[in-house]
């Protein structure tokens, strides 16, 4: 008996030992999780083989492009406590959701929201990476050269409208410049998709339509954040989250205001010879920053002490070759995202040495209904985006224009 005790003893002490450093590791741990860290949670989504092609899983782990630790902010003042402030109702703040729904289901409302603590211009926008909730089922296609990115509007029929008449028009793959494109045999390989980025609507009503409109197209990106111009840098970000699953060379980033010969985009870009680490379209230089507390794009100091962005693409349409996006999405470590994307996305280019290149023809006006009416047929076919304010009506105006440009092989 007197073996046995002892044996028991014995047993009982090794076990109450491991729980003990168990309990100890367990305590080390949480304490470590009480830093800041926008990135909380996230875990990159991926592909899995679901029925419908379109359910995403995260992997157990997040990739090494994906920020492990907290952000290390340029400016020290971004990383105050969050506070809401009586004058301000806006709310910003999304968390990201962990599943991806099928094309056809109803999309929530956006999850409860929170004001990010905020400057003398504008609530700053409380940035995380967001994967989107709604997406395309792709049927198991992972291979694209080319995906572009509309930016839109969850809320108003004037966005369904503008997303209607790019399907139709400069989006549509049976129209003559996109059929010669697959008659062409250094071209025809190279397929692209074309999808719509936006947040959640405010309103059920909206958010039910949208589901429909998901359903019907099958080309919807939606992401659970509130979908307003504050949050466009979170917007854009997700959809090259989104890109980034898959094997793409390209993304053409564009808004839903404009109107991009997809063909002439892809044909420059294999004349360049398949230009790496690339970001290009319709530049900018000595852009002033905006410091009207009024101003819709203005830019505290907090977020950006220059005076002078660096040169930036607008918004309208750019290219990035999707070898940048890993450097891109660790460099909100840097600096944390602001609402003026395209600008922010011109500094990050700056301080990760990517040059910013011209790509000809991506036209952009203030006026640009009443300068396109002033175009021979020679500088429509020479061009080969527009922007902004194109709205149905002449949307639908150029594309017959350069359709029946198209069916007579007119050249310049």
Not at 17 to 31: C, D, H, K
Request: hydrophobic letters at 35%; charged letters at 20%.
């Amino acid at each position: 008996m007197s073996f046995r005790l002892r044996k028991f003893s014995l047993v009982l002490f090794v076990f109450s030992f491991f729980v003990g450093i168990q309990f100890v590791s367990f305590v080390w741990l949480n304490s470590k999780g009480k830093t800041i860290n926008y990135f909380q949670g996230f875990q990159h989504p991926i592909h899995n083989n679901s029925h419908n092609g379109s359910s995403m899983r995260s992997p157990k782990e997040t990739p090494s492009f994906i920020p492990k630790e907290s952000p290390k902010i340029t400016n020290d003042e971004a990383m105050r406590t969050e506070t809401k402030s009586p004058q301000r109702t806006t709310t910003l703040r999304q968390t990201s959701p962990s599943t991806t729904t099928s094309n056809n289901s109803k999309i929530s409302p956006p999850t409860a929201k929170t004001i990010d603590m905020e400057n003398e211009y504008h609530p700053l926008v409380n940035f995380s990476f967001v994967w989107p909730e709604t997406t395309p089922d792709l049927k198991g296609e992972r291979d694209f050269f080319l995906v572009v990115l509309v930016n839109s509007a969850a809320k108003g029929k004037k966005y369904r409208a503008r997303r209607n008449a790019i399907r139709k028009t400069w989006a549509n793959m049976t129209n003559c410049e996109h059929s010669k494109m697959k008659q062409n045999p250094t071209l025809q390989q190279l397929r692209w998709i074309l999808v719509f980025s936006l947040g959640k609507a405010d309103d059920p009503g909206e958010n039910e339509a949208n589901a429909e409109e998901s359903k019907n197209h099958n080309d919807l990106l939606i992401g659970d954040f509130l979908d307003h111009y504050l949050n466009n840098v979170v917007k854009v970000f997700m959809g090259e989250l989104w890109v980034s699953t898959m094997n793409v060379r390209y993304i053409l980033k564009t808004d839903d205001d404009v109107y991009v010969r997809i063909p002439s985009v892809i044909e420059w870009i294999v004349v360049q010879n398949y230009p790496s680490s690339f970001y290009g379209g319709a530049p900018y230089f000595n852009f002033k920053v905006d410091r009207n507390p009024n101003g819709k794009w203005a830019v505290s100091k907090r977020y950006f002490e220059e005076d002078i962005f660096p040169p930036f693409c607008a918004g309208a349409f750019y290219v990035l070759s999707t070898d940048i996006l890993s450097k891109m999405f660790n460099y909100v470590r840097r600096r944390k995202p602001f609402h003026t994307d395209d600008a922010y996305v011109g500094i990050a280019a700056r301080d990760l040495s990517i040059p910013v290149k011209r790509i000809p023809g991506l036209l952009l006006e203030d006026n640009m209904p009443i300068f396109l009416g002033s175009f021979n047929d020679c500088r429509l076919l020479q061009a080969r985006g527009f922007g902004h304010s194109i709205e149905p009506p002449l949307m639908n105006a150029v594309f017959n224009r350069l359709d029946e440009l198209c069916v007579r092989n007119a050249t310049c």
